[in-house]
C-alpha cells in the first residue's frame, strides 16, 4: 500500500513537471504585457503627433503663401499709386513729354525700375530706360497692352523679356486719357528678380521651396533651388492651380509631392509652396525609427535583466532545494544569504523548522532514554511495592485492593509525566492528582500553598507516591476519616532546599497500630534515601504533621536523576513530642 501511494507520488510529480515552465518563460511573458502595450501606445502617439505636426506645417504654409502674396500686391499697388501720381503729372497732362521725361528719370534713378508710354498702337513713345528721343519700338508685351485699353483698368503683365533692358521684367499697365482725348498707356516696368526678395525673406522649413509663376507657368520669382526666373514651371500646370486651403497633392517626375497655393486676383500670378511628401513624413519615419531603435535596445534592455534576474532566482530556488531535501533528511539546514528577501525569508523559516525538527528529535530520543529509564525504575518500584504490600496485609483480596491503589497513584504521577515531557511536573499539580481522589481540594478541607516548583520524572514520581501513601493514610485515620477534618500542605524554598509541611487536623486522634507499613517504607526510605530528604513526623493531639526537607537540586528538572533502588526499611528521625508530651511514634505511616 505503501508503495503504491508512492508511486502515485511520483506520477503526479512527474505530471506536474511536465506542465511546469522555467520562470524565464513567465519573466518574458511579463515583460511583453508590459512593453507591447507601451509600444503601441507610443506608436499611436508617434502618429497623432506627426498628423498635428503635419497640420502645423499646412497651416504655416498656407499662411505663408499668403502672406507672400500679399507682400507681392503690396508692391503691386505701390507701383499703381506711382502710375496714379505719375499720371496727374503737370508735365503729363500738358503733353510735355521731355520735361515729364527729365523729372521721372531722375526720380527713378538706381531703383531698377522705369516708367513708359505707349500709344494706341502699342508703341513706346518714352521710356526712362533710354534718352528722350530715341526712336519708338513696338511695346514686348502687347498683348497685356491691348487687355489694358480694353478693360481701362490697371493689367499686370506676365513674365516679359525687355526690348530695351533686355533681362525679364514685369509691366504694370494704366490706361490714361491726355489732353486732345488721346488714348495712352502710362507703363511701370520693374525687373523680376526684384520680386524674389519677399520669397527669399520668408523663412520656409528645410526642403520646402516657392515660386511665384504667372499665367502661362512661367517662373517670375523663386527661392533659391526652385528655378531660375524664365523657366517654366513643370511641376504642374499654372492654368489648374487655384488657391487652396490647404495641402494640394502633386504628382511629377515620378514623385509626390505636397503644396500650398495662392492665386492673386490682382495680378493673377500663382504662388505655389512645395516640397516632396517624404519630406512631410520625415519626422514620422524618424520618430519611427527612434522608436524602433529605443525599443530594441530597451527590449535588450529587459531580456538581459530578465535573464540575470532569472539566474538570481533559479539560483536562489535551488538553493531552497537543496535546503528543503535537508530538512526532509533530518538534517540540519542553515540560514543562507539569499538576494531575493521573500526567498530569504522562506529559508529562514526552513532554517528555524531544521532547528525544531532537530530540537524535537533530540527531546523524543532524550525521552524514549527517559522512557527506557523509568520504565526500568517503575518496575523496581513495582516490585518493592508488591513485596512491602505482601508484607502488610492478611489476604490475597486485601493484597490486590491496596496494590491497586498504590499502582493508581504511580500512574496518576506518570500522566503527568507524559503531559509535561521534560519540562517538568508542576509540584501544585502534582499533589492535587493524588488528594483529590480522596478528598476535593476545592471542597474547602484542603488548602495547597507554595511558590510554583517543578519536579524532575524521579521526584516527581517518589513524591507522588508519598503524596498517596499520606492522603491514603489521611482516609484511614486522620482528616479525611471523618467529615470534619482538614488538610494543610505548605512548601517553601528555603537555603537552596524544598521544605514541605504535611498538617492534618482532626477533632480526636484515633489508636494506631505500631506496626510498620509500606506508607512508613516510602515516606523514609524513597523519599529520605532517594532524594537525600531529611524526614520527621510528630503527632499532635488535634493531628499528624509530616515535614520533609528536599535539596533543591534533586528536584530540578534539568538534573540527570539516579536509578531508584529499592526500598529498604530504614530508621524514621523523629522530632520531639509535641506539647502534651505523647512520644513520637515511629509507625505514623502504618496502615491496618
Known amino acids: ?38 509600444f503601441i501606445f507610443s506608436a499611436v502617439l508617434l502618429q497623432r503627433n506627426n498628423e498635428a505636426q503635419e497640420r502645423v506645417v499646412e497651416t504655416l504654409m498656407v499662411g505663408t503663401a499668403r502672406s507672400i502674396v500679399q507682400t507681392v500686391e503690396r508692391e503691386i499697388a505701390a507701383n499703381v499709386t506711382t502710375l496714379r501720381i505719375l499720371a496727374s503729372e503737370p508735365y503729363l497732362l500738358e503733353g510735355n513729354i521731355g520735361a515729364f521725361h527729365q523729372r521721372v528719370k531722375s526720380a527713378l534713378e538706381g531703383t531698377g525700375a522705369s516708367i513708359y508710354l505707349l500709344d494706341s498702337d502699342l508703341i513706346s513713345i518714352m521710356s526712362t530706360r533710354v534718352d528722350f528721343g530715341t526712336p519708338p519700338t513696338p511695346s514686348a508685351d502687347p498683348e497685356s497692352g491691348r487687355r489694358a485699353l480694353a478693360t481701362g483698368d490697371v493689367v499686370a503683365s506676365g513674365l516679359v523679356f525687355g526690348a530695351v533692358s533686355k533681362r525679364w521684367v514685369y509691366n504694370v499697365l494704366l490706361p490714361i486719357t491726355l489732353p486732345g482725348q488721346q488714348r495712352m498707356i502710362l507703363g511701370f516696368n520693374r525687373f523680376a528678380e526684384n520680386l524674389a526678395v519677399p520669397l527669399r525673406s520668408s523663412k520656409l522649413p528645410a526642403g520646402w521651396h516657392v515660386a511665384l509663376i504667372d499665367s502661362d507657368g512661367t517662373v517670375i520669382a523663386a527661392s533659391p533651388g526652385a528655378g531660375g526666373t524664365g523657366d517654366n514651371f513643370a511641376l504642374a500646370d499654372a492654368s489648374n492651380l487655384a488657391s487652396s486651403s490647404g495641402w494640394m497633392r502633386l504628382d511629377a517626375d515620378g514623385r509626390n509631392y505636397l503644396a500650398a497655393v495662392q492665386r492673386s486676383p490682382m495680378t493673377g500670378w500663382t504662388l505655389i509652396a512645395w516640397a516632396p511628401g517624404n519630406i512631410v513624413a520625415q519626422p514620422l519615419s524618424d520618430a519611427f525609427w527612434s522608436l524602433f531603435v529605443g525599443g530594441i535596445l530597451l527590449a535588450a534592455t529587459v531580456i538581459l535583466v530578465i535573464y540575470w534576474v532569472s539566474l538570481q532566482i533559479g539560483r536562489s530556488v535551488h538553493g531552497l532545494e537543496a535546503d528543503a531535501k535537508l530538512l526532509g533528511a533530518g538534517e540540519p539546514v542553515p540560514v543562507r544569504d539569499y538576494p531575493i528577501s521573500e526567498i530569504a525569508t522562506v529559508s529562514s523559516a526552513l532554517a528555524e523548522a531544521s532547528r525544531r525538527r532537530q530540537a524535537a528529535e533530540a527531546e523524543v530520543r532524550f525521552l524514549m532514554r527517559e522512557l527506557a529509564h523509568r520504565s526500568k525504575n517503575q518496575m523496581t518500584v513495582i516490585a518493592a511495592m508488591a513485596k512491602q504490600t505482601a508484607k502488610n496485609v492478611d489476604s490475597i483480596t486485601e493484597f490486590v485492593a491496596s496494590f491497586e491503589k498504590r499502582i493508581f497513584g504511580l500512574a496518576r504521577s506518570t500522566d503527568l509525566l507524559l503531559a509535561h515531557g521534560i519540562a517538568g511536573v508542576e509540584f501544585r499539580e502534582l499533589l492535587t492528582h493524588q488528594i483529590d481522589p480522596f478528598c476535593p481540594v476545592e471542597g474547602g478541607r484542603v488548602m495547597l500553598e507554595g511558590p510554583a516548583f517543578r519536579l524532575n520524572t524521579q521526584a516527581a514520581q517518589i513524591l507522588g507516591m508519598a503524596a498517596h501513601e499520606l492522603a491514603t493514610n489521611a482516609v484511614k485515620y486522620g482528616a479525611f476519616a471523618s467529615d470534619t477534618g482538614t488538610l494543610s500542605v505548605t512548601w517553601s524554598i528555603e537555603k537552596d532546599r524544598l521544605v514541605l509541611v504535611w498538617r492534618e487536623t482532626v477533632q480526636s486522634m484515633p489508636a494506631r497500630s505500631r506496626r510498620r507499613g509500606f506508607g512508613t517504607t516510602v515516606l523514609e526510605s524513597m523519599v529520605g534515601r532517594s532524594l537525600g530528604a531529611e524526614v520527621a513526623s510528630a503527632f499532635h493531639p488535634d493531628g499528624v504533621e509530616w515535614t520533609f526537607a528536599i535539596p533543591a537540586a534533586a528536584l530540578d528538572p534539568n538534573a540527570v536523576p539516579h536509578e531508584t ?27 491496618k
Open 565 to 591: 533502588a529499592e526500598p529498604e526499611a530504614a530508621p524514621l528521625t523523629s522530632p520531639e513530642p509535641a506539647s502534651d508530651k505523647q512520644p513520637a511514634v515511629a509507625a505514623a505511616g502504618e496502615e
Open 1 to 38: 500500500m505503501a508503495h503504491s501511494a508512492g508511486e502515485k507520488i511520483a506520477r503526479a510529480a512527474t505530471r506536474n513537471a511536465r506542465r511546469a515552465h522555467s520562470i524565464t518563460l513567465y519573466l518574458f511573458i511579463l515583460a511583453l504585457v508590459a512593453l507591447v502595450p507601451a
